[in-house]
């Protein structure tokens, strides 16, 4: 890590900077006095108080977890069970108990109205029908994936992010994106972006794998798929996209080759 970096992450920790805003990867800090309201800054609260807001804050960041996915750091003076109990006596935080899976599970009591809606929508005679191509590339980082228990037991889908394990032993790729299509984990996609010239301009997207999960049928999700991989593109500036032969000659494969040929320059390369 870069001494400056360093220094401005330990400015930022300690309340002495905070953050402005993000572009990117770049994040721009300035002094709190600049960015704050008066009254916001001149409020004191206790280090009890602090910690059970960022304990409640990481609940709202994952929604539904599961009991012990919210980080409780060991030098804080308030025990997981401490700060469970005080939230759930201020009416901040609820748990629940979800049929056919083991376990208390906590969300936080503001977004209870997102819960009901749910049972709502899939209880009685006119269940509405999750759109098979309203599909999302996950982040190996989104909360959705954080809480590898939670992952497991409602969508049957084991995630290892590998780009700490050595290539040799990975059986996807470092930067595997799960695929998120309608209510249902349906498969993952490998890719990277190939560098260009100088100024990135004429780089490409690669799709370096795509796989899918056991009775998935891959032609219900390929256009929500192709709408998913442009966005992609557009978010790192790329027009040009590239998928290896041995992907493209897959019944799935050619047909999302096919599907992003009509509205890209994509490219089957060996």
């Given amino acids: 890590t870069p001494a400056y970096r360093a220094a401005l ?27 704050l309201p008066r009254n916001v800054l001149e409020r004191r ?40 109990e005080r939230l759930i006596a201020h009416g901040e935080l609820l748990e629940v108990e979800i049929v056919g899976l083991p376990g208390v599970w906590r969300l936080p009591a503001a977004e209870r109205f997102a819960l009901e809606a749910a049972a709502r929508a899939t209880t009685g005679s006119r269940i509405a029908a999750a759109d098979p191509n309203a599909v999302t590339l996950l982040s190996p980082l989104d909360p959705l994936i954080h809480d590898r228990a939670r992952l ?20 996807y790729g470092p930067y595997t994106m799960p695929i998120h299509a309608g209510d249902a984990i349906v498969g993952r ?57 041995v992907l493209a000659e897959r019944r799935d494969g050619g047909q999302l080759f096919k599907k992003l040929r009509r509205a890209d320059v994509f490219l089957a390369n060996d």
Avoid: C
């Avoid at 609260?45 to 807001?53: D, N, Y």
């Avoid at 037991?153 to 050595?166: K, N, V």
């Avoid at 780089?203 to 891959?218: C, N, V």
């Fill in 152 to 171: 497991e037991q409602l969508y049957d889908f084991h995630y290892r992010w590998e780009i700490y394990t050595p290539e040799k032993r990975r059986t």
């Fill in 45 to 84: 609260v206790s280090e009890e108080e602090q910690i059970a807001h960022t304990f409640l804050a990481r609940h709202r960041d994952m929604g539904l977890t599961s009991a012990n996915a919210a980080w409780v750091p060991r030098d804080w003076p308030l025990t997981r069970k401490q700060l469970v």
């Fill in 189 to 245: 996609i490998q890719m990277h972006r190939e560098k260009g010239g100088v100024d990135g301009a004429s780089g490409a997207l690669i799709i370096d794998g795509l796989w899918w999960e056991r009775r998935t049928k891959p032609q219900h999700h390929l256009e929500g798929l192709t709408r998913a991989i442009r966005s992609h593109q557009r978010l790192l500036g790329l027009t040009a996209g590239k998928m290896p032969s």
């Fill in 9 to 35: 992450e330990m400015l930022a920790n300690s309340g002495e900077l905070y953050l402005a805003r993000r572009e990117g990867s770049i994040r721009w800090f300035d002094l709190p006095e600049r960015l």
